[in-house]
């Protein structure tokens, strides 16, 4: 009986110490999941944060560059309604008489013609006629000739300059002087306001 019982007794010491050491290595196993699971969960939330930092960055871009966009939008108009308050008042003749010089001082010749818009051409016409070749004389120390031409120019305002031949041809209307003048102007205002800088990098 004795025998039996320390015989059972080492039994079970052998037991427990089998049983303990499965325990300790399922114990191991499940940490080693366990840290595994964590471990691609880390890099599924830090792939996660990357593309919606990527994301967030994109839409902040997308607002920023809307917003120049309206601004830019916004400035251009104000400066259409401008042009066209400059078109119909007193200034204008001394508008077209400069935009005429600017128009003749980069052509070659003698002899040009001016395309004025209707009302143009019936208030200022005449004038014009004397007044461009006598500023021509005193401001480009040219002695030039002047005509209007049939044709008539569209737009808000300015005016079209052509060589007698029609050969070369001076675009000075104000639409056509402001989508030259846009990208310096743009770069002038993003000068003044970052943000539209910051929208077209």
């Known amino acids: 009986m004795a025998d039996a019982e320390r015989r059972a007794q080492r039994r079970r010491a052998q037991a427990e110490r089998e049983a303990g050491g499965i325990l300790r290595e399922a114990r191991r196993q499940a940490e080693e999941r366990r840290q595994r699971a964590l471990g691609r969960a880390q890099v599924r939330a830090q792939r996660e944060e990357t593309r ?18 309206r601004i830019l939008e916004q400035v251009q108009e104000r400066a ?22 600017q128009g003749i001082e ?3 010749g003698e002899e040009f013609e001016l395309v004025l818009r209707p009302a143009d051409r019936e208030k200022w016409g005449q004038r014009l006629l004397w007044e461009v070749p006598a500023e021509a004389k005193r401001e480009l120390d040219r002695e030039v ?39 310096q102007m743009r770069y002038e205002l993003a000068r003044t306001l970052p943000i539209l800088g910051e929208a077209s990098q």
């Open 52 to 69: 919606l930092r990527a994301r967030t960055e994109q839409d902040v871009e997308a607002v920023r560059r809307e917003a120049a966009q």
């Open 80 to 101: 259409r309604g401008e042009l066209r308050r400059l078109a119909d008042g007193p200034e204008h003749r001394g508008i077209l008489v400069a935009l005429a010089l």
């Open 106 to 108: 980069g052509m070659d």
């Open 145 to 183: 000739r002047v005509e209007l031409a049939a044709d008539e120019a569209r737009g808000s305002g300015g005016l079209l300059v052509r060589s007698a031949g029609g050969r070369q041809v001076a675009d000075q209307t104000f639409e056509a002087r402001m989508e030259r003048l846009w990208e």
